[in-house]
Every structure is written in C-alpha cells, then in structure tokens.
C-alpha cells in the first residue's frame, strides 16, 4: 500500500503535490518523493527516508520547478524499509525519460528480472519492483517508437504490452519528458486510482489523479470518475485529455482491505464511499456479535480509534449500548499496522494509545477494531483495558480472521505471522487474552461493501484465500515466505 498522485497545471504544481501528499500520509510513512518536469523535459527529483513533513525542505521545494508533476508517500512490501535507495520516483532516461510512481505489487518478479537483463538487457539496481515496473514500460515505450515524435496511442500500445507481461497489482502515474503525464491501472483495478479536473483561472484545465478522492476535493478539482481496470489515461503538456482501454479482459475488483482499514473514511472508491461501507460493517457486525455473546456481558461499546469508529458507533446502536471514547489517541504516532518490524509496531502500541481508567473500571468492555493481522496490537490493547480496570473484554473485528497472506500490496506475506492462520476463534481470543471474541463473517463483509453499489466482486484473498488474478500458486506464497525471512 501506497499514496500517489500526479497534477498537470498551468502553474507551478510542487506545493499542491506537497499538499496532496500530507493528506496520503495515512498509505505510508517509510518515505516520500516528489518529481516534477519543465516545459522542456528537465527533471526535479526530491525523495527521502520519513514522513512528508520531515522529508522536504524549503529548498526542496524552490527546486521542484515545472507544470507538471507527481508524488508519492511509501509502505514497504516489496524491497526494503530502510533503503533510501528504494524510495520512490524511479528514473530511466529511455527513451524520452520517464519518472515513474506505483502503489500495488507485482506477483512476478522473478520472471520480469530474469526478462529485463537476459532478453531487455536493462540493469536494475535495486529490489523494488517499481523500478521494474518503469524499466518494463520504457522498454515497451521504446519498442513502439518509429520516428522522433510520440503520440498517445503509441503510450497506450506500450501499456497494453506492460499489462501482458506483468501480474499482480499496480496503480502507476508516469512523467514521459516533454510530452505529458501517463497514469493506469492494473485490469482488475485492484489499487484504487481517481481523475479529477478543475478550469484553471489562466484559461485551460488543469488535471489530476491520485489514490484517493479526497485529494481531488481538497483540491479543488471536481472528480471526473475512477480510472477503470486496464485503462491507462494520457495528459499531454497542452493539458489535453486521452484515453483508452489498454487490457484484453479487464474486470474490476478492487481491494476489500481499502474499505476495512486502508483507506480514509471521508474517501470515496470505485462509486463506494468508505465511511458508508463501515457503517455498513457496523450494522453486521452487531448481529454476530448478539448471536456469539452472552446476554448481559457487555455494558459499554469503544472504538479502536480511528478507523474502526464509524462500525463502533453502529455496533452500539444496533445493540441498544452505550457508546464511550475510552482510547485517547496520539495522533504523532504513526499507524502502527504499517509500521515495520513487530517489535517496533508493539511498543508503538502504548505509545499511541492511552486507556482512560474513568471509562474502563469495573465494565464489562467491547472493543471494536477494524481488523486483526497479527495480533500485536490486539493483545496489548486488550491487555491497556484490564491494567485500566475493566471486568471483562470483549473483542470484535469488523473485518473477518486474516488467515492468507495478501500479495497485491499489503504487507502480510508470511502465513506464521498471521495470528488467525491455523488457529480457530477460541484459540485466538486465548493468544489475545480476550473473554470473547468475534469476527465479521467473510459474506457478510462482502455485502457491506457492495451494497448499493455497480462493484460485483472483490479481492478478499486474505480472508478467503482467493486470488483473483489467478496466477498466485502455493510455491509462489512459500517464495514470498522464504525472501521475507532470509
């Protein structure tokens, strides 16, 4: 999981990148870069270790010259944490130049190295599979190429080539130098990406996509729609508009974890508002809760803040309990389930929250979170509740046990870690130290999600074990264990 974003204006767009980004922290804290191009295909690249406050300085920003720009805000999953190196854009200087940024993972790595330096002849420096990603689509670019000029069927012929050769998930925005800016998707459109469009006050459109709706409305731009499966979509330096379906049989189905945890509440994705798919969750949840809990054992309903408040607040509703705020949080901490390391996510933990004795003692709690991957979190916050008086707690989840890795860009590649894989409910609620335990039922999510949406399906492989591209073997999962451990 990643946050990208890509402008092309009629003014400088360095400092509304910045901008876009702050509001993306919440998809990665790893590191952050930012690219933007002159008129004349000069490049500006700023890109550093930490979150987008602590990344850039004043003389960054007076760098990052041009019209025309993107960024990004980084969560490892493939390649590593601590390498500066790794922080995207990645650059390639063939053909034209490009800078690229790319939120997902790729699921064929290994074939896609082996392909760059045997048959492509491409050098890569680095683990990242952005860097493949870029090399990929430069090498297509390169083979569509028959005179000096590029147009955009040219671009969207070079897509279509990448979409035959890579597997796995990616939502990429892409700077060619001196002719626009490139943005797709990957044909299941797993990773979310929006475009928006607002009249620039010198005359013209200026455009815009991004991971998240709420960019484009803090922005000011008006949300032109979602960028469909397999589509890649054009902006020349003229600020005109092209598009074009680049996948053989595209067929969207986003991520279910993006409207379980991901994602801002106050985004909306693929016609689903986030905030209204919780509540949904909530009101489920509140049924399976009833039927696994004994009459009478709860007094008090609260929040894992944040992410977890809307469904809380339905949970209490729906039950007829009372509804209290017993977590304070530190809002300058980051997210502890993207954090990485397990140690550093546990002491995180404490750091992040604080139990307020006056709300706990002498209840019957239920805590409400969002979901439970490892477990790390869980158990301390559980273990906050009783140090701070409470009778008894009651955990629920307001999405179902994480018991597969997820390998389209979420950092859960190892079966082991996963506190749900391999062990039944009252055996987690032990590992947890809970009294009970729920979890939202898999159907039951899914529901919540598509309700009243066009959506059909989802990619709900981490709690069902189905991969929707349908290139995802067991030895590829044992591979992924392996490198991740070695």
């Known amino acids: 999981m990643c946050g990208i974003v890509g402008m092309v204006g009629r003014g400088p767009v360095n400092q509304e990148i910045y901008d876009a980004l702050l509001l993306l922290q919440h998809r990665g804290q790893d590191s952050t870069g930012i690219a933007t191009a002159e008129s004349n295909g000069t490049f500006h690249i700023a890109k550093a270790k930490g979150q987008v406050r602590e990344a850039f300085r004043t003389r960054d920003m007076r760098a990052l010259l041009g019209e025309i720009g993107l960024g990004h805000v980084r969560y490892a999953t493939q390649g590593t944490a601590a390498n500066e190196q790794e922080a995207q854009p990645f650059y390639v200087n063939a053909p034209y130049g490009i800078v690229l940024v790319h939120n997902g993972n790729l699921t064929n790595t290994r074939e896609l190295t082996d392909e760059l330096f045997h048959t492509d002849r491409r050098h890569l420096n680095t683990t990242s599979d952005t860097e493949l990603l870029v090399n990929v689509l430069a090498n297509e670019l390169q083979s569509q190429i028959s005179g000096l000029e590029l147009d955009p069927e040219q671009v969207f012929e070079a897509v279509a080539r990448v979409h035959d050769r890579v597997e796995g998930s990616y939502a990429a925005i892409a700077l060619i130098a001196g002719y626009g800016l490139l943005a797709f998707r990957d044909p299941f459109g797993i990773r979310p990406l929006i475009l928006g469009t607002r009249h620039a006050p010198e005359g013209g459109y200026e455009w815009t996509v991004a991971s998240e709706s709420l960019v484009l409305e803090n922005a000011g731009f008006d949300i032109v729609r979602d960028v469909m499966p397999g589509e890649a979509v054009f902006i020349d330096l003229d600020g005109h508009l092209h598009t074009k379906q680049c996948a053989k049989n595209p067929m969207l189905v986003p991520c279910s974890f993006e409207y379980v945890y991901l994602a801002r509440p106050d985004s909306e994705m693929n016609g689903v508002s986030v905030y209204e798919a919780r509540l949904r969750m909530g009101e489920r949840l509140a049924d399976t809760i009833a039927k696994y809990t004994p009459e009478g ?190």
Request: proline letters at 5%; one cysteine or more; hydrophobic letters at 40%.
């Open 297 to 486: 054992s709860i007094d008090v309903v609260m929040p894992i803040p944040d992410s977890s408040r809307p469904a809380a607040m339905q949970v209490a509703r729906k039950l007829g309990l009372e509804y209290r705020e017993g977590f304070y949080k530190n809002r300058y901490v980051g997210r502890t389930f993207i954090m990485p390391g397990q140690a550093v996510r546990k002491k995180s933990v404490r750091q992040k929250l604080n139990a307020m004795s006056s709300e706990f003692k002498g209840k019957n709690v239920l805590l409400i979170d969002d979901s439970i991957v490892r477990g790390t979190t869980s158990k301390e916050i559980i273990q906050m509740a009783r140090d701070a008086g409470a009778k008894s707690v009651t955990f629920a989840s307001a999405a179902p046990p994480v018991r597969y890795p997820h390998v389209y860009g979420i950092n859960m590649p190892s079966r082991h870690e996963l506190v749900a894989h391999g062990r039944t409910i009252p055996e987690i609620a032990a590992e947890l130290g809970a009294d009970y335990l729920v979890y939202q039922e898999v159907a039951d999510l899914k529901a919540a999600i598509l309700e009243g949406s066009d959506l059909d399906d989802l990619d709900m492989s981490c709690f069902d074990g189905r991969y929707i591209t349908g290139t995802v073997s067991e030895e590829y999962l044992a591979w992924v264990e392996g490198s991740q451990e070695s």
